[in-house]
């Protein structure tokens, strides 16, 4: 799988939209790109991902470049609720290579 | 769906003993994971399995680790003898075998504390 390259962390007011970049520039054509958080003490929690459209569901939008090297998470309105590690992660999504191999992701904080 | 879920949820041992986590995959999953996560070294992929079969057990430490699936709702992955350096948090997770469908999707945990 294609390594990512994500800000060790960032900081976001609590309202504004939280945007987390992430760079797989090695990616491969049938690669996904996916995007976990991890709120402290708990499981990962998948979000959202995508292959080379632009996704949206309830919780966040992920915007890929067109060449694809590189994405973008988007939390619309940040919460405090939201303060976690996030994980972007490339996958290939075929039978003997179905696991997901975290980084050290972006840990995001929330400023009240 | 209750999602994935994990026994003990907190587990304390001695050094020596055997630990066994235990594992309820989201019914119809065909695809279950074992991780574990320390500050060390982050979140690592120990073994997984499809239909009971285990597919992948690189990441198994060594042989005092080992993992079962007798069946499609439960996995253990059991630990013996225990050591301090076994502590950490140990995911289980599972996923569907759909094309369009395959993500994956984690358990609580199961806080292990080897003193």
């Known amino acids: 799988d294609a390594k990512t390259t994500q800000p060790p962390s960032m900081d976001c007011a609590e309202g504004r939209a939280a945007n987390l970049p992430c760079n797989h520039s090695t990616i491969s054509g049938n690669e996904y790109v996916y995007w976990y958080r991890q709120i402290h003490s708990q499981g990962p929690q998948y979000i959202i991902h995508?292959?080379?459209n632009n996704e949206t569901n309830e919780m966040a939008s992920l915007i890929i470049t067109e060449d694809r090297k590189s994405s973008t998470l988007i939390l619309p309105h940040a919460t405090l609720r939201d303060t976690a590690v996030y994980y972007c992660?490339?996958?290939?999504?075929?039978?003997?290579?179905?696991?997901?191999?975290f980084g050290t992701g972006t840990r995001l904080t929330i400023i009240p | 769906d209750a999602g994935v879920i994990q026994s003990p949820r907190h587990e304390v041992t001695e050094m020596g003993q055997e630990v066994t986590l235990r594992c309820k995959p989201i019914?119809?999953?065909?695809?279950l994971f074992w991780y574990r996560q320390t500050m060390m070294r982050g979140l690592e992929l120990l073994i997984y399995f499809n239909n009971n079969v285990p597919i992948d057990d690189s990441g198994m430490p060594e042989d005092r680790f080992s993992a079962k699936m007798p069946n499609a709702s439960f996995s253990t992955l059991k630990i013996q003898p225990s050591e301090p350096r076994d502590s950490a948090v140990y995911f289980c997770a599972s996923s569907g075998d759909r094309a369009m469908e395959n993500t994956i999707y984690f358990g609580e945990g199961s806080w292990l504390t080897v003193v």
């Open positions: 995508g292959l080379k």
């Open positions: 992660i490339v996958r290939v999504r075929s039978f003997g290579n179905e696991k997901l191999t």
């Open positions: 019914s119809g999953h065909d695809y």
